[in-house]
Every structure is written in C-alpha cells, then in structure tokens.
C-alpha cells in the first residue's frame, strides 16, 4: 500500500471516530431505587434491561441484594439507608434526572430515606411500585414497613402502580371483581393525591384490565391476557416502562398504555433461559425469537 493510500484510509477512519464520538442523541435519564433480582428477571436487572430497550438512561440506586431464582428467593441482604441515600445523592447531584422509580425498599427506614426531603428534590416525577411480596410469595417489603410506604413516600409520588394484593392493603379492604378495582384506583389516588394504575392481572377473565385513576378521571385498559407460566419481573417491568414513558414526556394516559403494550408484548414473545421462560424485554429490538 503506499503512504498515500495509508494516509487516506488513516484520515477515513479518524473522521468516522470523530462523527460516532459526537452523537447528538441525548436519552433523558431515569432512575431506579430498587432491589437486586440474582435471577436477572425482576427488580433492577428487569430496570435497566427495560430501559435499554426503550433509550432511555438508566441509573441505579440499590437498596437491596437478593439471592433468588424465578422460583423463589433463598436469601435477602438490606444495604445501610445511608448507602442508598448516597447513591440517590451520586446520581442526582450528577445527572439530570427526568424521572425516577421506587421497586423493592424492604424497610421502613430505607423508605424514610427516599421519601426525605433534600432526596426527593432531586427528583423531578416519582413513580411507586409498591413491591411488597414476589410472585414466588416470599416478602419484599417488612410488614411494619408499609405504614411509612402509605405516609412517607406516596404523598411523594406522581404515579402508584398496585396489583391486587398490594392495592388491597394500600385501600384496606379486599378486590373481587372489576367494580372493586376501579373503586380502589379511586380510593388510593383521592387518599395519597397520586395518580393511581391498580394492575387487574390476579382477576379472573380472558382479559387482564388495568385501571388508571388520574385527576378526577377513570381510564380502563384492557388487553388479551397471555397463559405463561412465568410472570416473575412483569410488574417491575410495566413500573420500569411506565418510568421511561413519563421522561420522553408522554402524558399519563398514553404512558401507561405504552407500558402496558410493553409487558404485554415482553410476555408474548418469553424467552427460553434453561428451565426457565423470563419475559423478553428487547421484543422490540429485532432480537432473536421476535421477528
Ligand atoms: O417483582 C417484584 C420484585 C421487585 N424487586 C425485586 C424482586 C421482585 C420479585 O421477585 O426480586 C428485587
């Protein structure tokens, strides 16, 4: 090759570096406070995965670490509260973070935390998913924990995304039917002055309906409901979704349909990890198994 050549081929590819190292695309930043998922299906591993799918920036702030599988979690390890206020400090101080989601916070005094005044500052819309026990049944959240969960961090929140037996206890009365669920979307976002998503996936019926309470207005959504064996991960990922919606400044009402697409497509195409079938979060991806 002569120099001339070899300087021109030099000169291409310093140009190509140049142009990839001065991207204008600028994802907003999200933040999760949440738990670890060793099984990588739920919690902050179901986060970030879902927000890469989305392009949105992900951040973490952790509060938890847990030894567990989709079948069941064999050990949980809290971290210091002060732990994670540094960590929600790190990132905030650092970042400019457009929206943030709570997941598993286990205890009262790591809720006190979160909910603090000078942390919370820094974080412009707030999205409660209430975790409170996996879908394996084991708890996630200590029960004393749950009053500083109602009057610590709710009045804090933007949005609460409930299922049925967390949007029980929030409401203090039991969900039968799709009346009863409806009523409690109402009941929890007058009481907290939140909006409310109470998740209808442990109702019975060829549909799973989720109810949206926001400002005085009731929105019901409704989609085909998929026969998996595996759901582990699905409510993190519809908070998750949810979260990144609201930072691309979709208003309430389309992001939490956009998150309900979402779970409901990452439930459609599972995939197949040893013996187990954990959603897909990158079904919108082109990856393997989606097209
Ligand atoms: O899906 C709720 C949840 C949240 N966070 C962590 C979890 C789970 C469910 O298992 O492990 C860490």
């Not at 695309?25 to 919690?43: K, N, Q, R, T």
């Amino acid at each position: 090759m002569t120099d001339v050549l070899w300087l021109m081929m030099m000169r291409g590819m310093m140009m190509n570096l140049e142009n990839q190292s001065h991207s204008s695309f600028e994802p907003p930043v999200v933040l999760s406070i949440a738990g670890s998922d060793s099984g990588g299906g739920a919690g902050i591993q179901a986060d970030l995965k879902t927000w890469e799918a989305l392009q949105v920036f992900g951040t973490t702030a952790l509060t938890c670490v847990t030894a567990q599988h989709p079948e069941g979690v064999e050990a949980i390890m809290p971290l210091e509260p002060e732990t994670v206020r540094q960590q929600i400090a790190a990132v905030c101080d650092h970042f400019p973070v457009r929206t943030a989601k709570t997941g598993m916070l286990y205890s009262a005094d790591i809720i006190r935390v979160v909910a603090a005044e000078d942390v919370h500052e820094g974080i412009p819309v707030l999205v409660v998913d209430p975790v409170m026990v996996a879908a394996s049944g084991a708890r996630l959240l200590k029960a004393d924990a749950i009053e500083a969960i109602k009057h610590d961090l709710l009045p804090q929140a933007r949005v609460v995304t409930p299922n049925l037996h967390e949007a029980e206890i929030l409401c203090g009365h039991s969900i039968s039917s799709l009346d009863e669920l409806r009523a409690a979307a109402r009941e929890i976002g007058d009481q907290f002055d939140v909006a409310c998503v109470v998740k209808g996936g442990h109702l019975d019926g060829e549909e799973v309906v989720d109810v949206l309470y926001d400002e005085g207005e009731e929105h019901v959504f409704a989609t085909p409901r998929i026969r998996t064996a595996q759901t582990h991960g699905a409510g993190c990922t519809f908070s998750a979704a949810l979260t990144a919606y609201l930072a691309q400044k979709l208003l309430m009402h389309d992001a939490v349909k956009a998150a309900k697409h979402f779970v409901h497509q990452s439930l459609q195409h599972t995939l197949r990890v040893g013996r187990h079938q954990p959603l897909n979060f990158s079904w919108n991806c082109g990856a393997a198994g989606t097209q």
